[in-house]
């Protein structure tokens, strides 16, 4: 059981090149989220989507954008990376009624 | 912003020590979370904790949601070298949909 599954685990990006960063589960959770870590500062909420075909800005949305492709899936795209959104980014997933959220190994983003 | 004021930051303690960690907040929580970060992994859920005053044990780790709901405690007991990592306290508000916010870790270090 793979639980969150996040590619790539590590991307270097020039300033203002885009790309997505993929997440899937397969625990058939209905809610998933994009999280970003960065020193010192614990994790903080970038997206959220509480239910497939629904999504909804955390606390430090700008800058990125999710689709929710499938109960599956759920991806953070960066359209122009800044070196601000340098962070370590993971996803996580939670079932329905549940506060418990289980977690991604993570993927270790650098924009130079 | 940050909403949960985790302390201490870092500690470096012996083995077989016990250590206590917290996490205080202004605000009221329904939920409180303990996680475990390792190096180069993503968060991993030590305890739940659901209603007020609640006092959870899981091995050498036990956990206690404040009886003001605007605080928490992680305390683990006898540790052993593998209980190096970075620890996180994590509190559902009210009405957040689910949504976590997460203190800024406590580092333990264990020295044998």
């Known amino acids: 059981n793979a639980g969150v599954t996040q590619t790539p685990k590590f991307q270097v990006l020039k300033t203002g090149q885009s790309m997505t960063l993929q997440c899937a589960q397969d625990?058939?959770?209905?809610?998933m989220y994009w999280y970003r870590q960065d020193p010192g500062m614990g994790l903080r909420l970038i997206y959220y989507s509480a239910s497939e075909g629904t999504t909804d800005k955390g606390e430090v949305p700008n800058g990125y954008n999710v689709s929710r492709l499938n109960k599956r899936e759920f991806s953070l795209r960066l359209e122009s990376a800044a070196p601000s959104q340098t962070s370590v980014y993971f996803c996580?997933?939670?079932?329905?009624?549940?506060?418990?959220?289980?977690f991604g190994q993570g993927t270790r983003l650098t924009v130079v | 912003g940050q909403q949960l004021n985790q302390s201490p930051q870092s500690m470096f303690i012996q083995e077989g020590e016990d250590v206590s960690m917290n996490c205080t907040s202004s605000s009221i929580f329904n939920t409180w979370l303990w996680y475990k970060q390792d190096p180069g992994e993503g968060p991993v859920l030590l305890i739940a904790?659901?209603?007020?005053?609640e006092l959870t044990s899981n091995g050498r780790l036990t956990a206690q949601f404040g009886i003001t709901r605007k605080d928490s405690f992680l305390n683990i007991s006898a540790s052993i070298p593998s209980d190096v990592g970075i620890y996180f306290c994590a509190g559902q508000l009210p009405g957040s949909a689910r949504q976590l916010t997460f203190g800024s870790g406590t580092q333990l270090t264990v020295l044998p």
């Open positions: 996580a997933s939670t079932d329905r009624g549940n506060t418990e959220a289980f």
């Open positions: 625990m058939n959770h209905n809610s």
């Open positions: 904790l659901y209603k007020a005053g």
